[in-house]
């Protein structure tokens, strides 16, 4: 139990356009969602946590409006890259605590971005 | 702020070696520790975990003991097998561990376990 599904494993795209990330909960309810980034060689780092109904927070030096994040329901949280550059190519991971707390996250299987 | 270190990979090892990623951590209060794995082409899934000092956490043969005098939680095994291979991520939470606090994560070490 507690599968997040990520989508799409890979995309590629060109600089300019827009790429959208999906994660949903498939057998419980997800309020929170967090979202990282990992590039080459480094750590997840937290780019912003978002809740359902409500804005995301985002973390220091994380643009707000070239990362769009939306959690419109329980089940779905969304991350858009907008006008994607190169250096936005990266490795997307979203993460949801599990239901009753404690000590359990469960993560997607990331996305691997490449903008070219 | 808060930052882990561990071990830059990669590791490769011969079925049923010894296993050993090594893992360091700062943070201005008192951590919970984890080890995470993630397998080819899986999300990331908790492997074990300590909440305070001298626990050890302990799952499917890997052990890690919390070591504030040295702040570290090293990963060990002591005999790997070819299912074992996979990137391994050492990370730590403060507020308790709770499920609604971040995780700070290590750059994760990637095992390759050879038959």
């Known amino acids: 139990g507690a599968v997040v599904s990520q989508h799409p494993s890979r995309v590629i795209c060109k600089s300019g356009t827009s790429v959208k990330i999906e994660c949903r909960s498939l057998?419980?309810?997800?309020?929170?969602m967090f979202w990282y980034r990992q590039f080459p060689k480094q750590s997840l780092m937290l780019m912003a946590t978002?809740?359902?109904?409500?804005?995301?927070?985002?973390e220091q030096g994380v643009e707000k409006d070239k990362f769009l994040i939306n959690h419109a329901s329980l089940t779905l949280s969304t991350l858009t890259v907008t006008s994607a550059h190169p250096e936005d190519s990266s490795f997307y991971i979203c993460?949801?605590?599990?239901?009753?707390?404690?000590?359990?996250?469960?993560f997607g299987s990331g996305t691997r971005l490449t903008v070219v | 702020g808060n930052s882990v270190t561990q071990m830059e990979g990669p590791v490769t090892l011969s079925e049923e070696a010894f296993l050993t990623i090594n893992c360091t951590y700062t943070?201005?209060?008192?951590?919970?520790l984890f080890w995470y794995v993630q397998y080819p082409g899986e999300g990331l899934q908790l492997l074990l975990k300590?909440?305070?000092?001298?626990d050890k956490g302990s799952n499917k043969g890997f052990e890690a003991t919390y070591r504030k005098e040295t702040t570290s939680f090293h990963l060990e095994k002591g005999s790997v097998q070819v299912s074992d291979s996979a990137v391994y991520f050492c990370?730590?939470?403060?507020?308790?561990?709770?499920?609604?606090?971040?995780?700070?994560f290590g750059k994760g070490t990637l095992l390759t376990v050879n038959p």
């Open positions: 300590a909440t305070k000092a001298d």
């Open positions: 978002s809740n359902e109904g409500s804005k995301a927070t985002y």
């Open positions: 057998d419980f309810q997800a309020t929170t």
């Open positions: 943070a201005t209060g008192y951590p919970s």
């Open positions: 993460s949801a605590p599990r239901q009753g707390g404690g000590y359990g996250y469960t």
């Open positions: 990370a730590l939470s403060e507020g308790g561990g709770g499920s609604n606090y971040k995780l700070t």
